[in-house]
Nanobody, 127 residues
């Protein structure tokens, strides 16, 4: 059974940091892309970052460059999102997703390009 499980969410004050983790299981191959999305309250889901598990090529939405860092280990079965200098606007449910990675690059950070999703982990940033 294919599964993605996020952890590491919680409550933090503005300016603080959190590290999210995503464990993938049930996938036959480690290759592909791992990505993080988020969905703030009342808003649509938006892409944060992606990483190709074979080439380690990363991509970020411009909104998160310099503050968030995506990484992966365990042959692509574990992904992380290091979030620094958190703002109240970063309050959201954060989701891990997995998709294909043809040509060594990940697809655009659009939800419809990723076929597998975790249940999400809540991040709340207070002022």
């Amino acid at each position: 059974q294919v599964q993605l499980v996020e952890s590491g969410g919680g409550s933090v004050q503005a300016g603080g940091s959190l590290r999210l983790s995503c464990e993938a299981s049930g996938f036959v191959y480690s290759g592909g892309c791992m990505a993080w999305f988020r969905q703030p309250p009342g808003k649509r889901r938006e892409g944060v970052a992606s990483i190709h598990t074979g080439t380690n090529v990363t991509a970020y939405d411009d909104s998160f460059k310099g503050r968030f860092t995506i990484s992966q280990t365990n042959g692509g079965f574990t992904a992380f999102l290091q979030m620094n200098s958190l703002k109240t606007d970063d309050t959201a449910m954060y989701y891990c997703a997995r998709g294909s990675g043809a040509g060594g690059y990940c697809p655009p950070l659009e939800p419809h390009d990723y076929g597998y999703w975790g249940q999400g982990t809540q991040v709340t940033v207070s002022s």
